[in-house]
């Protein structure tokens, strides 16, 4: 994969990035958007497929470019294929500080120090190109205002930005009320992008937490109740199950 594309996760970190404060938008949510873009810049560059809700590797060579090879490996790893609700859902601690530490170094944003209070150490980030943002900007607008279905990209980002909810950031206000509704309805134009946003969407509705059903007692009489107030106590050599992620 050529550096003459900016990815998808460095689309979506832009399109979040508030020129005015040098903050991102929806930061907690962020970095789940940011994984699940990794997710679909490496379906568009043919090394991962969908298979069902579950995300295949289909083609481990490298991109090229670092971040998504290690995302690209640590799937490969798992061996089989893998929840896309349990792979966004898992631990994705600075991934949003990582993409902006590279948008650095690739000369797209540039930090600015500061302080909070006078005494906390703050950087913000503003864009060195702002043309690279509008023409982002503008691919989303023009998708919401004709109702052309966009290019699977644009539409995976819209999906994305709408799953993390940037679109009361960029379409704020009553008046941008019909914007945010047509942005989520771009999700159906791109399959990859909407299985990504959904499982996005499903994590910070807690859905991947939820533990599955135990499998039902097999001697067709109900399991026995503990008494009140005393916990039941588990079967002897019995093991408790972890949802691998």
């Known amino acids: 994969m050529g550096r003459s594309r900016r990815t998808l996760p460095e689309e979506l970190l832009l399109l979040a990035l508030d020129p005015t404060t040098g903050t991102t938008a929806q930061p907690q949510s962020l970095d789940l958007g940011l994984a699940g873009a990794q997710l679909v810049e490496l379906a ?7 298979d069902g809700d579950r995300i295949a590797v289909v083609a481990p060579r490298p991109t ?8 690209l490996e640590l799937l490969r790893r798992r061996g089989a ?3 896309a609700v349990h792979w966004i859902g898992g631990p994705r601690l600075g991934l949003r500080q990582t993409y902006l530490s590279h948008l650095e170094r690739c000369g797209m944003v540039h930090a600015v120090a500061g302080q909070m209070c006078g005494v906390l150490p703050t950087t913000r980030y503003q864009a060195t190109d702002t043309a690279i943002s ?4 503008s691919r989303l607008d023009s ?8 290019d699977p990209r644009t539409a995976a980002l819209a999906a994305l930005a709408h799953a993390v909810g940037l679109g009361k950031h960029l379409y704020p206000g009553n008046e941008g009320r019909s914007s945010r509704s047509r942005l989520r309805d771009l999700i159906r134009h791109d399959p990859m992008g909407g299985l990504v946003a959904h499982a996005v969407m499903d994590v910070q509705n807690g859905v991947a937490a939820q533990p599955r059903r135990s499998p039902a007692i097999p001697t067709g009489r109900p399991a026995p109740e503990p008494a009140r107030g005393v916990p039941m106590q588990p ?8 949802v691998a992620h």
């Open 134 to 137: 509008r023409e982002i900007r």
């Open 235 to 242: 079967r002897h050599g019995s093991m408790a199950r972890a």
């Open 44 to 50: 568009l560059a043919g090394r991962i497929a969908p």
């Open 81 to 83: 294929p893998v929840r």
């Open 143 to 150: 998708a919401i205002r004709t109702g052309v279905p966009p």
């Open 64 to 71: 090229g470019d670092p971040t998504l090879d290690c995302a």
